[in-house]
């Protein structure tokens, strides 16, 4: 059964930082398929970021600001934020587009004005 597992989630003051991990089976790296998306309070789930091609790319509203990167030796895909604002609290979530949908279980992120 494949599991895609976020970590390192919390709270952090505006203008902080704060780094997401995602492992997966290295199976799901080899697609390159990944990529985040979050749920904002009463919104819909939403694009982060996400590998198309030669490399990720980002929402406007995070472009710039959160960067997405993976580790192939840890089989860890990573969602550095940066500049959090109030409006990026929401459950982040990592998914595969390959060879399925697969979904993590999702992390709060939080953050405060």
């Known amino acids: 059964q494949v599991q895609l597992v976020e970590s390192g989630g919390g709270l952090v003051q505006a203008g902080g930082s704060l780094r997401l991990s995602c492992t997966a089976p290295r199976l799901i790296f080899s697609f390159n398929a990944m990529g985040w998306y979050r749920q904002r309070p009463g919104k819909q789930r939403e694009l982060v970021g996400a590998?198309?091609?030669?490399?990720?790319r980002y929402a406007d509203s995070v472009n710039g600001r959160f960067t997405i990167s993976i580790d192939h030796g840890q089989n860890t895909m990573y969602l550095q934020m940066s500049s959090l604002k109030p409006e990026d609290t929401a459950v982040y979530y990592c998914?595969?587009?390959?060879?399925?949908?697969?979904w993590g279980q999702g992390t709060q992120v939080t953050v405060s004005s």
């Open positions: 998914m595969s587009r390959l060879p399925r949908e697969y």
């Open positions: 590998f198309h091609g030669k490399g990720p």
